[in-house]
């Protein structure tokens, strides 16, 4: 499985556009990268997905470099609904199902 | 529409008992996840199971625990003699059939063993 990796935390202030970096060295030819949100007591929802180059939608923009070996979910003039923990996936690896790990936990203050 | 429903959404119990955790899925979806998320902690991946084959067990941390999908369908969760090491958040996700398919989840059922 291709292993993530990304920051701990990250503090933004309301209305600040918020750039979240993940490192997926050992990405496969077939693997997506996708993103989720969590915010507290509830399940993760899916954000996006992307493979290559630039992915955006209402809720996001997804930035692939060429070699795929990071990806950086970006979040425009974030306002405190968006304080949540953030997961990078990568896969699938086969038949395996995506890991998650510990994510970034973004904290949007006033 | 109807998401993925989780009963119950807290569940309460003494060590040493059986627990049933059920998960209705979005109707259509083949594939079903279970994860577990302790305190403060990344999902941890239980069991998935895609359609009619045989699921991924990989995940189950012990054979405690065990969990079916009937008719395709609802699953449930079993987790015998209860630990308090099982206390945790359990959550069911559901998806279309292939792996990269973005999956939606429930909101879980935060169990408590005392």
């Known amino acids: 499985l291709a292993k993530t990796t990304q920051p701990i935390s990250m503090d933004s202030y309301e209305g600040q556009e918020v750039n979240i970096t993940c490192s997926h060295n050992?990405?496969?030819?077939?693997?997506?990268i996708t993103w989720y949100q969590q915010f507290p007591s509830q399940g993760p929802r899916f954000i996006i997905q992307?493979?290559?180059t630039k992915v955006t939608n209402e809720v996001a923009s997804l930035f692939i470099p060429a070699d795929r070996k990071s990806s950086t979910l970006s979040l425009p003039r974030v306002s405190l609904s968006d304080t949540a923990v953030y997961y990078c996936?990568?896969?699938?690896?086969?038949?395996?199902?995506?890991?998650f790990g510990k994510g970034t936990r973004l904290s949007v203050i006033a | 529409g109807a998401g993925v429903s989780q009963s119950p959404s807290n569940k309460v119990t003494e060590k040493g008992k059986d627990v049933e955790l059920r998960c209705d899925p979005i109707?259509?979806?083949?594939?079903l996840y279970w994860y577990r998320q302790s305190l403060g902690q990344g999902l941890e991946f239980l069991i998935y199971?895609?359609?009619?084959?045989?699921?991924?067990k990989s995940g189950l941390p012990s054979d405690r625990f065990s969990a079916e999908r009937t008719g395709g369908s609802v699953s449930t969760l079993t987790i015998q003699r209860t630990q308090q090491e099982d206390s945790a958040v359990y959550l069911c996700?559901?998806?279309?059939?292939?792996?990269?398919?973005?999956?939606?989840f429930g909101d879980g059922t935060r169990l408590s063993i005392l």
């Open positions: 996700a559901s998806s279309f059939g292939q792996l990269k398919q973005p999956q939606h």
């Open positions: 050992n990405i496969a030819t077939n693997d997506y």
């Open positions: 992307g493979y290559k």
């Open positions: 996936l990568v896969g699938p690896g086969g038949n395996t199902p995506l890991v």
């Open positions: 109707s259509g979806h083949t594939a």
């Open positions: 199971f895609q359609g009619n084959s045989a699921p991924d």
